[in-house]
C-alpha cells in the first residue's frame, strides 16, 4: 500500500535553497521562478529552516512590513519539521496533521535531502474524478502502472473514463480533442 511506502520515496530531491541572510524580497523571487511554495533556508551551506509562501503572508505582508529589509532569518521556521526518508509516508501524514504542516522537510543521517507536499502525497493517491476507482499508479509495484489523463485542475480520470466524460467533472474544461460515439447499433439502444 501506498501509505506504507518510505517517505523518501515521494520526496522530490531539487531542492530550492537560499542563504538566511538574504531578503524575503528575493526569497520570493526564487520561489515564483522555480513555481515553488517554499525554500530551503541555509547557513554556509547547511539546512537551517524553511520559508514558505505562507510565512511570507502571515509574517511580512499581513504585517505591512518591507519585504526587500526583512531577512529570511527573521521569518522563516526553524527548526523545519522533518522525517528520515526510511519513515512510512503514513507516519509521515500524521505528523504533518499534528504540527498542521503542508510540507515535509526529509532528512538522511540528520541532513536535509528532499521535500514532498500534501500534493505530492494526492498525486501518488490517485482516484479517478469520474468512476471513483483507483488509478494504480507507478509506486504500486506489484502492479503495472495505469495510463491517466489530468486535467489542469489536478483531477485524474482514467483513459477509458475520459472518452466517456470528454470535460472534467470538476471545472469543466475540455479533458480530449477527439471523442468517438459508437454506432447506434453498437449500443444496448440501438
Do not use: W
Not at 530531491?13 to 511554495?37: C, H
Not at 521569518?75 to 504540527?99: C, F, G, Q, Y
Not at 494526492?122 to 502492479?143: D, F, N, P, V, W
Amino acid at each position: 500500500m501506498v501509505l506504507d511506502l518510505p517517505a523518501g520515496n515521494i520526496a522530490r530531491r531539487d531542492l530550492i535553497k537560499i542563504e538566511e541572510d538574504k531578503s524575503v524580497y528575493d526569497a520570493t523571487k526564487m520561489i515564483v521562478e522555480n513555481n515553488r511554495g517554499s525554500v530551503v533556508v541555509t547557513r554556509v551551506n547547511e539546512s537551517i529552516g524553511i520559508l514558505t509562501e505562507r510565512d511570507i503572508i502571515t509574517k511580512v505582508v499581513a504585517k505591512s512590513l518591507d519585504p526587500k529589509s526583512v531577512k529570511v532569518k527573521d521569518v522563516m521556521t526553524s527548526p523545519p519539521v522533518t522525517i528520515d526518508k526510511d519513515r512510512p509516508l503514513r507516519e509521515a501524514i500524521d505528523v504533518m496533521n499534528k504540527k498542521k504542516v503542508r510540507r515535509m522537510l526529509v532528512t538522511e543521517n540528520g541532513k536535509i535531502i528532499g521535500i514532498f507536499t500534501l500534493r505530492d502525497i494526492a498525486r501518488h493517491m490517485r482516484t479517478c474524478t469520474y468512476c471513483g476507482e483507483k488509478i494504480r499508479s507507478i509506486l504500486q509495484s506489484e502492479e503495472e502502472p495505469e495510463p491517466y489523463v489530468e486535467c489542469e485542475c489536478g483531477s485524474g480520470y482514467h483513459r477509458n473514463c475520459v472518452e466517456t466524460v470528454a470535460n472534467c467533472v470538476n471545472c469543466g474544461k475540455t479533458l480530449v480533442t477527439s471523442v468517438v460515439y459508437p454506432e447506434p447499433s453498437e449500443t444496448f439502444s440501438g
